[in-house]
């Protein structure tokens, strides 16, 4: 695995690579000063190659923890990450964030840059073609501060897409934006997804966003998946229609349906 790979490719989103994710028995623990604590104990799952799966879970119940050691940024206690590709080359993974962590002395393009300065074959022009792909056409110049939260965090999946992942794990990247923007970033989110064939691992705390996005639902508490559920909606999905509605009320019940197991008192 390697999250700094550099894009090799001529066109910005034209190889089309994916990767599966095998998670198997992770346990995480903190040391903390009143003791160990367990984060989650036993979780296992299995994410298809080129599929859209959300994690979502109430606050505190491991959703960053797990993307953290899935990304390799920290180590499980108990368990391995396994990736496998058709293409079987070593695994690429991308990172959105809650806030896109941008360069403020670095324009746009200049941010997408900085993340391919050991690779020559990476162009100002290549860039720009990521800077396109998410709507910023025109904005290559900009600096962070003179660009909208919305337009920010289009950098921030541009420059994530720029590496030409397999991968692509998003940590609640719409939360911090108004409704209205990060709607239309869901959109262009999925148009960007059906169109590049990447697997994209999302976390969110957010029921409607898990439904409009996913294939796959992964409910986190109690320390294990208790929950997983298969979004067999239609795409494009509207998020008013009946089918849609009634969906998302079997998904609120399921997420809820922790409260009824004996050993949810912690939640
Ligand atoms: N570095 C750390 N040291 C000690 N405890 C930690 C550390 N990181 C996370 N935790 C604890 O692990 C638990 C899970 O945290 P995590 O941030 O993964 O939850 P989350 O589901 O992503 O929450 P939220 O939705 O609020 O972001 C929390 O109780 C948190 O305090």
Redesign the pocket.
Known sequence: MNSEQHSTSGDAGTTPSSASIHVEGLA?E???RNGI?R?FDDVSFTIDEGSFVTLI????????????IVSGI?EATEGRVRFESSTGDDITLGHVF?EPRLLPWNTCVQNIEFVHEDNDSFSEELAKEYLDLVGLDGQYDKFPTQLSGGQQQRVGIARALSIDPEILLM??PFSNLDEITAAELRKELISIWSDLGKTVFF?T?DITEAVELSDRILM?GDGEIYSDISVDLERPRTVDSEEFLTFQQHAIEEFHAIKKTASADAY
């Open positions: 995480k903190y040391e903390t604590e984060v879970g109430r606050s505190g119940s491991g959703k960053s923890t797990l993307l953290s920290e809650q940590d609640e976390v705390h986190l």
